[in-house]
C-alpha cells in the first residue's frame, strides 16, 4: 500500500464525568472512569497521552441534563450518561504543569458565561500552558441547560449560530485588538509596565451583546486559542467556514466523512480562507491487542459491560426525541429538531427503529469502531483517512486509561513505522504545531476585521 503522505491527528476524546460515549463501560473492572474526581486520574492521563505523542486532549461537556428519555434522568443517573459532570476548564492547569507538548481541547458553551470574563479565562490557559490551549465552541442542543439558567426553553437552532457569531467577534476584539504586541513593555527603570497609548477599550454595541471594557489580559502566545467546531448542520458549516480550524464530525461511513469534509473545505474557500486552513477529525473507537483474537476477547468484555438503554437515553438527548415511547420496530418521526440536526438526518435518513439504535448504541456512540490487531487497526485508521479524505481522530474511551495506553503502545508505533504518525513533537504552540505557520491566526481568516487597523480603529 502506498504511504499515506501525511501525519494523522490524534486527540483523545475525554469527559469531566464517568460515562462519556461508551455507557456502562464504567462497570468494567479495568475502568478507572468513576475516579474523574480526583486530580490526579487527570495527570496520569496527561502523562499516557504525551508519551504516545497524542496531540491533544479534547474533552466534551455539557450544560444541563440529559432527561429527555423517558421524561427524567432515571437512566441518566443510574448509568452515569455524562452525569454527574464537573467542569473541564479547572482540569487544564494540572495536566499542564505535567506536561510539555499536549495541547488541550475545551468544549465551552458560549451561552455559558459572558464573553468578557470567558476570553479572560481562556488567554489566562494560554498563558499558563505556553499557547497550548484549543477551545471547542458549541452552541448547545438541550432545553434542560437553557431552563436551568431561567430561559424558558432554548433559543432556535439558527440564531443560536448567530449569537455565536456575535460571541466570537466580542472576543478578536479582546483576544486581538485591545492590546498591542509591544504594549508590554515591563521596564523597571522607567516604571511602566505596560503602555497606554497602545492598549485599547473595546466598545461593542451589537444585536446580543454590549461590552465595554479593555481585556483583563496582556497578549497570550496565540492570543485567539485554536478554534475548533462540532456540528455540520447547514447552519453550523456557515459558522465553521468562517471561524473554525478543526471541525469534529460525526461520521458512521467513510463516503459520509468525504462528503461532509469536502463541502466544509468547500465552505471554508467560500469564505476566503484555503481548504488546508481546517482539519477535518471524526470520532472512533479502537479496540486493539497484540493477537487478533485477544483483541476480539476485548470487545467481548466490553459489550458485555456495555449499556445500550444507556446509549439510547443519551441519543435521546441528542435527538429530542423520546425513543421510551415507541415499540422497537415502530417507525420513529423523526422530523425536525431543534437539537443537534446532524445527528437527526442521518438517523431519519436511514430510518432507524429503536432495535437499530440499540445494537448501534450499545458500544461506540455515534462513532465507527475498529478492531483487530495493531496492524489491522492501522490500515483501517489510513483508510478512513485517505477514503474519507479527513485529518485525525478523536479517539473515545472504552475502559480508561487502558483505551489510550493501547492506543500509545500498539498503534502509535505500528503508524510510525509507515510514517503515519509523528516521531516527535513539533514545537511552539498548539496552532504552529497543527498547521505550521506561527501561533496566530493568519490574516485570511475572518479575524483579521477585528484586529487594529482601519476596519476596527473607526468604529
Ligand atoms: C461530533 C459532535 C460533537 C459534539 N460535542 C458537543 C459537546 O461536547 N458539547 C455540546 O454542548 N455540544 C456538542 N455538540 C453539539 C454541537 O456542537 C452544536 O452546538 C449544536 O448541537 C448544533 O449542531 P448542528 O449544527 O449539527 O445542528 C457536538 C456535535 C457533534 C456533531
Redesign the pocket.
Known amino acids: 500500500m502506498a504511504r499515506l503522505g501525511k501525519h494523522i491527528i490524534v486527540n483523545a476524546f475525554n469527559m469531566n464525568c464517568v460515562g462519556h460515549i461508551n455507557h456502562g463501560q464504567w462497570t468494567h473492572p479495568h475502568d478507572r472512569s468513576a475516579d474523574y474526581t480526583r486530580l490526579d486520574y487527570w495527570t496520569d492521563l496527561a502523562r499516557t497521552l504525551e508519551r504516545g505523542l497524542f496531540d491533544g486532549l479534547f474533552l ?3 450544560i444541563g441534563t440529559y432527561d429527555v428519555y423517558g421524561g427524567g434522568i432515571d437512566v441518566t443517573l443510574r448509568e452515569s450518561v455524562q452525569l454527574p459532570v464537573n467542569d473541564p476548564i479547572l482540569l487544564i492547569s494540572a495536566m499542564a504543569a505535567v506536561t510539555q507538548n499536549l495541547g488541550f481541547g475545551v ?1 465551552v ?1 458560549v451561552n455559558q458565561e459572558a464573553p468578557y470574563t470567558f476570553a479572560r479565562r481562556i488567554s489566562t490557559l494560554d498563558h499558563l500552558t505556553q499557547g497550548r490551549i484549543g477551545w ?1 465552541i ?4 438541550l432545553d434542560s441547560a437553557a431552563r436551568a439558567v431561567g430561559q424558558n426553553g432554548q433559543t432556535n ?1 439558527d440564531l443560536r449560530y448567530d449569537q455565536a457569531d456575535e460571541y466570537l467577534e466580542v472576543l478578536y476584539k479582546l483576544w486581538e485588538w485591545s492590546w498591542d504586541d509591544d504594549a508590554v513593555i515591563r521596564d523597571r527603570a522607567a516604571r511602566v509596565y505596560a503602555d497606554p497609548a497602545k492598549v485599547r477599550k473595546v466598545v461593542h454595541h451589537g444585536r446580543f451583546y454590549d461590552v465595554e471594557g479593555w481585556h483583563l489580559s496582556e497578549p497570550s502566545p496565540q492570543r485567539t486559542p485554536v478554534l475548533f467546531q ?4 447547514g ?2 458549516q456557515l459558522f465553521a467556514a468562517r471561524h473554525a480550524e478543526c471541525v ?3 461520521a458512521p461511513e467513510k463516503q459520509l466523512a468525504r462528503k461532509a469534509a469536502q463541502s466544509i473545505r468547500a465552505a471554508v474557500a467560500a469564505a476566503g480562507r484555503r481548504p488546508e486552513d481546517v482539519k477535518i477529525i471524526i ?1 472512533i473507537n479502537v479496540i486493539t491487542d497484540r493477537s487478533a483474537a485477544a483483541a476480539l476477547e476485548k470487545l467481548a468484555e466490553y459489550r458485555a459491560h456495555s449499556s445500550p438503554e444507556a446509549g439510547l437515553a443519551h441519543f435521546a438527548a441528542s435527538t429530542g426525541i423520546d425513543f421510551s415511547r415507541y415499540d422497537l420496530d415502530d417507525p420513529i418521526p423523526y422530523g425536525p429538531t431543534n ?5 437527526t438526518k442521518l438517523a431519519e435518513s436511514r430510518g432507524w427503529t429503536k432495535r437499530d439504535l440499540l445494537n448501534q448504541l450499545a458500544l461506540g456512540g455515534r462513532y465507527p469502531l475498529a478492531v483487530g490487531t495493531p496492524t489491522e487497526v492501522a490500515d483501517e485508521l489510513e483508510s478512513w483517512v485517505r477514503e474519507g479524505d479527513i485529518d485525525g481522530f478523536n479517539l473515545t474511551r472504552l475502559a480508561t486509561p487502558e483505551t489510550y495506553e493501547d492506543f500509545a503502545d500498539l498503534i502509535v508505533p505500528e503508524l510510525q513505522t509507515r510514517d503515519s504518525f509523528k516521531t516527535e513533537y513539533a514545537p511552539g504552540t498548539l496552532r504552529h504545531k497543527i498547521f505550521g505557520q506561527g501561533d496566530r491566526l493568519p490574516d485570511r481568516h475572518t479575524v483579521a476585521n477585528f484586529r487594529p487597523g482601519p476596519a476596527v480603529a473607526a468604529q
Open positions: 466534551a461537556d455539557i468544549t458553551n471547542n458549541v452552541t448547545g442542543y437552532h462540532a456540528g455540520t448542520s447552519r453550523g469534529f464530525i460525526s470520532g437539537s443537534i440536526q446532524s445527528a
